[in-house]
């Protein structure tokens, strides 16, 4: 356990979470994050809590099984109207046919979303319990690899963290074809920057993660276990056009102020004949501001009765008027 203010804060119930980076945010879930009351996010959705979340990413497989909450978890996030991806975990086996039977758990799963993730679908390299080589490693990653991809036409993005220059590829063991044309979506939690593996550093540089995912502590209303946090390596419109999301609905424009309910005249009245001009007030007193004049013989729709006054768009005194 990492002893700081957050984790102390957390360990004594308090909320808390780490600062976000980037400008965007999306987390990440297992099922050990435990059942999520999806209607608590909407919130952090909304951008109403922080921190506000923009993107979802849940575990599909562990290996030869399912996620217990994969299907609950993709369609809860989804519901939220949020972009979701997902992951499958591979243990690197000795026994090529493990590796290719949990490729298709992975394929399985993705076959029951009903559509492929907007965010893309990452296999997860970060184990290694059959304590393979760097070679056979390789061997038994590109199994899993080519047995996703040729079932579903689809690129097999790419999650890791310091496991890889270990397991798969660094300076003295040379790169891999691995990273050609896959996204790096990597881990390195606590740090200032991105970790990014040896083999991709070579061919694309330092700056070519994708995703970082730098924060493992992160707590949300709703949800019992904690979350991964990532970001995206660029600005919120650039993200959204990398994985060609549909553009963020403008907020629907304010409700237009109700039309006044109209006014229907009481009757009309004729100014008098014997009047050259009849001053129009303010205020239904003849010592009120003059707004104007009608001449006589008009006509005038009125609107209003005050004792002795008639009321126009002004008011008029009613001895100098007649019913029209």
């Known amino acids: 356990m990492r002893l700081d203010k957050i984790t102390l804060l957390q360990a004594m119930g308090i909320t808390a979470n780490p600062e976000t980076k980037g400008e965007v945010n999306i987390i990440d879930v297992s099922g050990y994050t435990g059942e999520i009351d999806f209607s608590k996010l909407e919130p952090y959705v909304r951008g ?21 909450y994969y299907l609950r978890n993709y369609n809860g996030f989804k519901a939220l109207g949020l972009p979701v991806g997902g992951y499958g975990v591979h243990y690197v086996r000795a026994n090529a046919s493990a590796n290719v039977r949990q490729a298709q758990y992975l394929i399985d799963a993705v076959d029951q979303l009903g559509e492929y993730p907007a965010l893309g679908v990452y296999g997860d390299w970060e184990r290694n319990p059959d304590k393979l080589g760097i070679s056979l490693t390789r061997q038994a990653i590109w199994k899993y690899v080519y047995t996703y991809e040729e079932a579903l036409d689809e690129i097999l993005k790419a999650y890791t963290n310091y496991w890889w220059t270990a397991n798969v590829a660094n300076p003295t063991n040379g790169a891999t074809d691995i990273p050609k044309g896959r996204d790096g979506w990597f881990a390195s939690w606590y740090a200032k920057t991105p970790y990014i593996p040896w083999d991709w550093s070579q061919r694309y540089g330092n700056n070519c993660w994708v995703l970082w995912q730098y924060e493992n502590r992160f707590r949300f209303d709703g949800m019992p276990g904690s979350a991964d946090m990532s970001t995206f390596n660029g600005t919120m419109a650039e993200y959204r056009q990398y994985f060609k999301l549909e553009p963020t609905p403008a907020p629907p424009p304010p409700e237009p102020d109700p039309l006044p309910e109209p006014i229907v005249p009481i009757k009309r009245v004729k100014v008098n004949d014997t009047v050259a001009w009849l001053n129009v007030r303010a205020q239904p007193d003849l010592g009120a501001a003059d707004l104007g004049d009608l001449i006589k013989a008009s006509v005038v729709p009125v609107v209003e009765v005050n004792g002795d006054w008639y009321r126009i768009n002004g008011w008029i005194h009613k001895d ?5």
């Open 48 to 68: 109403e809590k922080s921190p506000r979340i923009d993107g979802a990413i849940v575990r599909l497989t562990d290996g030869a099984s399912y996620d217990n």
């Open 320 to 324: 100098y008027v007649q019913d029209a």
